[in-house]
């Protein structure tokens, strides 16, 4: 494994592009002289988390992939705004939205009374998000570690590169691409949403008027449909645009393949979930792979969030570890 390393390495430097191997710059043992305990201190507060509110490991996990979108993995998602900065929070995906800061809040403290100055904050959110699937059911993997905090955020990449939950299967694939992973890891990927919740806002037009149709969208199930529009009324002026939906009404806490027999079913939450499975081709087909063989799912899982936590990370000296995930250390 050594040699092969050291092979790779040269591969990199004669053809001066490294984007394949991105993981040779991290490393899984990278805290294991200077804060050893730090994966337990994660786990610790993950499991805290989720026993106070059962949404939570869903949140957290989601962060993650909201940071490496913008910027690689950087942290940037966690930087607040000030009067003379604007972070990423507010941008479309993010807004009232994104959440678990708390929780990133209250381990990043834990881990600077243990080992001060040491545990990025980016690294913080590769944790939590393998040990948010762990928790929930999924499987495990080592985390690769060594990533270090942006002094940056970028709320117009933010909107950007991050897809919105209208997308089809060509915008879907497109954006992942435009990050480094595959169509592959695109459906893969999305069986994140095995957990979690989301606003009637984010696919009320499936109910109403899909694709201006003045239609609801004719895969969804019929039963499905009239849950959903009991959910969410029509008229956004009650504030029913932010009542919530399971993203996988069967089990809605436990990280499986049930996402991808609901897609079959025509029971999957966003148009974005959906059209994996109505768009015939590649995306159907892995569809049914998933909905057929749960540890196939489970295994796939792991290997492309090992890929999204590998893009571009800010190793060496470049960045900084933020004494605060909220801010950086200089204040901006
Ligand atoms: C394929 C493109 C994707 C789209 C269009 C998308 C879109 C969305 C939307 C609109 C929500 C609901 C947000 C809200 O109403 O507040 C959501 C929730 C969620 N997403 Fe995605 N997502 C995608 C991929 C992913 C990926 C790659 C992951 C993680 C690996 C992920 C993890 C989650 C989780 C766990 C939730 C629930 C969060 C919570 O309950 O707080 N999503 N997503
Ligand atoms: C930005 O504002 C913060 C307080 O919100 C302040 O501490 C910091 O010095 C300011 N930075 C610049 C570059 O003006
Ligand atoms: C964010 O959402 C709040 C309501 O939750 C809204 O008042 C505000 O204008 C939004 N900000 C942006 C930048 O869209
Ligand atoms: C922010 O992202 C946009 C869109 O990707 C890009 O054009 C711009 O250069 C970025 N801004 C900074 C300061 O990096
Ligand atoms: C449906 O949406 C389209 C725009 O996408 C709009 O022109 C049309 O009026 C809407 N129809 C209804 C019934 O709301």
Redesign the pocket.
């Known amino acids: 494994m050594k040699s092969l390393s050291g092979i790779c390495l040269i591969c990199c430097m004669l053809l001066s592009s490294c984007n394949l191997f991105h993981a040779n710059k991290l490393e899984h043992n990278f805290y294991e002289k200077t804060c050893p305990n730090a994966e337990s201190i994660v786990l610790e507060g993950v499991k805290k988390a989720q026993q106070q509110e059962a949404r939570l490991p869903a949140s957290l996990l989601r962060l993650h992939f909201h940071d490496c979108f913008v910027?690689g993995c950087d942290a940037s998602v966690l930087l607040d705004d000030t009067s003379n900065f604007t972070g990423e929070k507010t941008s479309g995906p993010n807004n009232g939205s994104a959440r678990g800061f708390e929780v990133i809040d209250q381990i990043k403290s834990e881990l600077e009374r243990t080992c001060s100055g040491v545990v990025s904050c980016a690294d913080i959110l590769a944790i939590i998000a393998r040990d948010a699937v762990v928790l929930s059911g999924g499987k495990a993997w080592k985390v690769w570690l060594g990533r270090r905090d942006s002094l940056?955020a970028?709320k117009?990449?933010s909107n950007?590169?991050i897809p919105t939950p209208t997308s089809d299967v060509t915008t879907l694939i497109a954006k992942f691409k435009a990050v480094g992973l595959s169509a592959k890891d695109m459906v893969t990927l999305s069986g994140a949403h095995t957990i979690g919740q989301a606003r009637c806002t984010t696919f009320s037009q499936r109910l109403y008027n899909q694709s201006g149709t003045g239609k609801p969208d004719p895969a969804i199930n019929k039963d499905f449909l009239q849950s959903l529009q009991q959910l969410c009324p029509q008229a956004a002026a009650t504030g029913s645009s932010n009542f919530l939906a399971p993203l996988d009404l069967r089990t809605p806490t436990h990280f499986d393949n049930q996402y991808y027999l609901n897609l079959q079913a025509g029971k999957g939450l966003l148009n974005s979930d959906e059209v994996l499975y109505t768009t015939t081709g590649f995306t159907n087909q892995h569809v049914g792979k998933y909905a057929d063989d749960q540890e196939e799912f489970l295994n796939s899982f792991r290997k492309s969030m090992i890929k999204m936590g590998n893009i571009n990370p800010l190793t060496g000296k470049k960045g900084e570890i933020r004494n605060n995930c909220r801010f950086t250390n200089s204040g901006l």
């Open positions: 910027q940056t970028n117009t990449a950007q590169f």
